[in-house]
């Protein structure tokens, strides 16, 4: 079968792979129908997701119909049309229990490497990193899909795959980013990146009772997407000072819950963002978080800061003091679309919910590396990008299950295919194992004398200039 398959930064192919086999009682194995490009492949597609592999297969926003199933699996069954979970579940483990599907203790086969990096282990992701399993993903004309009673939802014949591939990331994605802020009635939430996943925060922020959305980004019609399909006010960060704009906006007091949906690629001209352009280019710094600097230096007193937008490994420069003295609650993590996907299917069923506005282009999976490059330069008016495998694209001839190749090595884990050296030597390269960190946190330090500062007036006393400056000096200045 043809899959995309990922070969290093800027580097993708589509090539000729073995059909994925179920592996597993509970795995099916689902005919791609539509696939399409998230934020976070580009951070693979870019370099800077640690723990790939060459010939990975990209790809975790799949919607298909299942072809082949496990003798284990109860409730799916082949002909049944289904969107995918990007998070792998088992359904049964403690946190799986709680709603964590991304978190679930089972399903990522190489959780040693990710406890080296993170100190435990999140779930397995379809088509995502070594970290989280290496498993292949559903950029490609078939995908396994492992604990499929938990990682499929069946969905109606009736609505288009336009409507119902959200539901595989970045609708539950958004949602959780906004239920993450605990909205009260008549709160303001501001969002960063307009993005698929900043367009589905906004719907979200509304659905869940947010009296005004202000949204945050830089391209002209995703801010128009925002304003007229989200009804969220809307700042263009590199015309408009972002900060004072949204006090102004607010009365001074900022916004009650920010949601950062830009992540580790955030783009900026400011010092800070310069700064980190430089270090995350000579690996000091695995990610750029400008736009969660800025964040936290909005955020109102007491408020929560909700991150979507995804980070790996070390960022530098955070406002940690911002965020302690101002009482903000900090909640993230990849989604639990399991959580979401039933609740947020029924809108989409009555007509509540229709996110199919954010799919601006259509493109056949030959042309991945086009495609790629296109939404990674968000040019020709990009927001998201479904891709279409050629099988499905003809739409007739469905082949027998038994027809299915029994051996493709790339859809059953890294670990099987014993790469484990490689990943651990990347993770130390970027300074994310045990070791790395230690050895970068060593480099980092600040030289040994004297760190005392100067004597601080109070307030009391009017100095307000002084205090300033050595705010600024110590550059905790905005
Ligand atoms: P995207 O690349 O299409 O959108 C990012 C947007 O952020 C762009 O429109 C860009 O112009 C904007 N942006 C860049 N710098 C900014 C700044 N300083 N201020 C405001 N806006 C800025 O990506 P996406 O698909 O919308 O994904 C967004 C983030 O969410 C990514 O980090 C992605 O990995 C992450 N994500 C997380 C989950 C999860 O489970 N938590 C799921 C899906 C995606
Ligand atoms: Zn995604």
Redesign the pocket.
Same mark, same amino acid.
């Given at each position: 079968m043809k899959a995309v398959c990922w070969y290093g930064a800027d580097d993708l192919r589509v090539e000729q792979v073995p059909e994925p086999r179920v592996v597993n009682p509970r795995d099916a194995i689902v005919r791609v129908s539509s696939a399409a490009i998230?934020?976070?492949?580009?951070?693979m597609f870019d370099g800077y997701a640690p723990g790939m592999g060459k010939g990975d297969i990209l790809g975790h926003e799949v919607i298909g119909e299942v072809v082949q199933v496990g003798e284990g699996l109860t409730g799916i069954r082949p002909g049944d049309r289904v969107v995918a979970a990007?998070?792998i579940a088992c359904g049964r483990c403690a946190y799986c229990q709680q709603g964590l599907f991304?978190l679930c203790d089972n399903s990522n086969p190489n959780a040693a490497l990710a406890e080296q990096a993170f100190g435990h282990s999140p779930a397995g992701m379809l088509g995502y990193t070594h970290l989280t399993g290496g498993y292949a993903g559903g950029q490609a004309e078939y995908v396994r899909i492992p604990y499929a009673d938990v990682g499929l939802l069946k969905v109606p014949g009736n609505l288009r795959d336009e409507q119902l591939l959200p539901l595989a990331?970045?609708l539950?994605?958004g949602y959780?980013?906004a239920e993450q802020c605990n909205i009260q009635p008549g709160d303001t939430v501001a969002v960063? &990146?307009?993005?698929?996943? +900043?367009?589905?925060a906004i719907k979200s922020a509304y659905l869940l009772g947010a009296e005004r959305v202000i949204s945050?980004?830089?391209?002209p019609e995703?801010l128009a997407m925002a304003r007229e399909q989200g009804g969220a006010e809307t700042i263009h960060?590199e015309q408009t000072d972002?900060l004072d704009a949204l006090k102004e906006m607010t009365a001074g007091r900022g916004p009650d819950a920010c949601i950062e949906?830009? &992540?580790?690629?955030?783009? +900026?001209g400011t010092l800070d963002?310069l700064i980190d352009r430089a270090k995350q280019a000579v690996r000091m710094e695995t990610g750029r978080p400008?736009?969660l600097r800025?964040a936290i230096m909005a955020c109102r007193k007491g408020g929560t800061i909700s991150?979507?937008?995804?980070?790996v490994g070390m960022i530098d420069m955070v406002p940690m003091g911002a965020a302690f003295n101002k009482g903000l609650t900090f909640r993230? &993590?990849?989604?639990n679309?399991q959580k979401y996907w039933h609740g947020l299917l029924e809108r989409i069923v009555s007509g509540e919910l229709d996110a199919s506005y954010l799919f601006t282009h259509h493109i056949p999976l030959d042309n991945a590396l086009d495609a790629y490059r296109m939404?990674?330069d968000?040019r020709e008016g990009?927001?998201?990008i479904i891709l279409k495998p050629r099988a499905a694209a003809v739409g007739s001839e469905q082949r027998p299950s038994h027809e299915l190749a029994m051996e493709n090595l790339r859809s059953t884990p890294s670990q099987a295919e014993g790469e484990r050296a490689t990943v651990e030597e990347d993770l130390r390269q970027r300074g994310l194992s045990a070791e790395g960190a230690q050895m970068r946190t060593a480099e980092m330090s600040p030289p040994e004398g004297d760190m005392e500062g100067p004597e601080l007036p109070s307030q009391a006393e009017g100095d307000r200039d002084t205090v300033d400056d050595d705010l600024a000096e110590k550059g905790a200045g905005i």
């Open positions: 998230c934020g976070s492949d580009l951070h990007f998070a991304s990331d970045v539950p994605t959780q980013a960063w &990146g307009c993005g698929p996943v +900043g367009q589905m945050i980004d830089r391209l995703r960060f972002v949906a830009v &992540g580790m690629e955030a783009t +900026g963002a400008h736009a800025q991150l979507p937008g995804v980070y993230m &993590g990849q989604t679309v939404f990674r968000k990009v927001v998201k």
